[in-house]
């Protein structure tokens, strides 16, 4: 039998957006999950919750937790089936196993029954992902300390839980489980939610999540945590006590790869066992490629399709390189907040001279856009060269308008590019061409 060009280990977000790209360019793609495509990043994320919650009519009791399950493991099951259409659609194969790399050009899969197949390839991409790594005084304990994904084994919600680690999974998770009317104290070592974001958009997050009733506790550590009658009773820093029935960690990341790769092919690790790869995605190991969080970062859906799809193309022979500043981060709480690249603050940490503009709309002290439909948007250009060179947007469409200034991110468009947006007044594109034009006079304007 003919090699593969590819195999792909793994079928969540990164190794689809692998897949699919490898399959557009006619490349002969096996992928090997032990579940059904869409992995962790679908069946376990808490988007399709969003979804859910997002579907229901204005008045509409929400459901319980169980019949929410039920619905989503619905929406879940159609979306993993549009993905295997794709995958015949493209000409992608599909094993339902374990699979092992032996070498980089050899694949040992195991299925149902303990039957094996060894596949052959040019190339192999590892993308199985990651899960939360307990905290270091206080490890996991089944019923009372876990990662988020364990909510989805509950056939009911706790009363009141907390939520260790600040990051986009657990801020969508403490947004979301307050609408299911739970009590969530979210705790996190930083002064602020959100490592190197923009002050900006932070704001608009703890206001948010202030408004919903989420008790941030910031710049705190957990001392003690005890059992009790109402769950678990916890000390923080500065004697801050209070209980909580469960703790969901959502911090760092740790990666599990002695079934995945045979030691023989074990390339350069990091402390968590994450893979460490170039910006080709390339490991130490020739022929032998990671993407998604199985190379160490927090999971973001938007960086492992990317990083996926930078895998591929340098498996088949092409030449891309991973750039974390086209990477968008969007954050869909009571109202989405996106970012994408450089904001004004930080663009001199990048060798830019920052020139900011905003939908002219948009007054910084109006009240927080909360459910509103209100929104805005700013773009961010180098004053040099006159390119995009990042974005933020907080409302309803910021995400889309995200995409888009990503886009004009990868192609080194400017603001002028997107003053010829037709966009109509008060539609769903209208901030970001308001603010395409305010950079640009900005620009014109001079130092």
């Known amino acids: 039998m003919k090699p593969f060009e590819i195999i792909i280990l793994g079928g969540g977000i990164a190794g689809l957006s692998a897949a699919q790209y490898a399959g557009s360019q006619g490349a002969r793609v096996l992928i090997v999950e032990p579940d059904q495509p869409g992995g962790r990043g679908l069946f ?3 988007e399709l919750l969003l979804a859910e919650l997002n579907s229901l009519m204005q008045g509409e009791d929400i459901p319980a937790w169980r019949e929410l399950k039920r619905r989503i493991e619905a929406r ?11 995958f015949e659609r493209l000409g992608i194969e599909l094993v339902k196993g374990v699979g092992q790399a032996i070498t980089p050009h050899q694949m040992m899969v195991t299925v149902e ?10 190339n192999i991409l590892v993308a199985t992902g990651s899960t939360a790594r307990s905290l270091s005084s206080f490890p996991f304990e089944s019923g009372c300390i876990f990662e988020s994904e364990a909510l989805w084994g509950m056939d009911e919600l706790p009363s009141s839980l907390l939520i260790a680690g600040s990051n986009l999974e657990s801020l969508a998770w403490a947004g979301l489980l307050r609408r299911l009317g739970v009590k969530v104290f979210l705790t996190h070592e930083a002064t602020e939610v959100l490592d190197e974001f923009d002050p900006e958009l932070i704001g608009f997050i703890e206001k948010g ?5 989420v008790k941030l506790l910031l710049k705190k550590q957990i001392k003690s945590i005890f059992k009790n009658a109402e769950g678990l009773a916890i000390t923080l820093d500065g004697g801050i006590k209070f209980s909580a029935e469960k703790l969901i960690v959502c911090g760092e990341r740790q990666v599990g790869l002695a079934s995945v790769l045979h030691p023989d092919v074990l390339p350069d690790l990091g402390p968590a066992g994450e893979i ?17 969080s199985v190379t160490g970062h927090a999971r973001n859906s938007y960086r492992s399709q990317e990083e996926g799809r930078v895998a591929a193309a340098n ?30 603050g930080n663009a001199h940490h990048f060798g830019h ?3 900011e503009g905003r939908s002219i709309l948009w007054k910084k002290d109006d009240d927080f856009p909360l459910d509103t439909g209100d929104s805005f948007c700013k773009i961010v250009a180098d004053r040099d060269r006159r390119e995009i060179i990042g974005g933020q947007a907080v409302g309803a469409h910021s995400a889309e308008m995200i995409s888009m200034i990503q886009m004009g991110v990868r192609k080194g468009m400017t603001p002028r590019d997107f003053t010829q947006l037709q966009a109509s007044w008060g539609g769903p594109f209208a901030p970001l061409h308001e603010a395409a034009i305010d950079c640009l006079s900005k620009l014109n304007q001079g130092p």
């Open 353 to 355: 001279r920052g020139v």
């Open 76 to 86: 879940a099951q159609e979306k993993s089936s549009l993905w295997q259409k794709e």
């Open 113 to 122: 029954g303990d039957q094996t197949t060894q596949y052959e390839c040019q």
């Open 209 to 213: 999540l202030k408004q919903s009733k």
């Open 276 to 292: 460490f790869v170039d910006e080709k995605m390339k490991t130490t190991v020739a022929g032998l490629f990671a993407a998604g």
């Open 315 to 344: 498996a088949l022979g092409k030449k891309r390189s991973f750039h974390a500043d086209w990477v968008p981060e969007v954050i869909r709480l009571s109202c989405t907040v996106a970012s994408v690249g450089c904001f004004e």
């Open 44 to 46: 376990k994320s808490p």
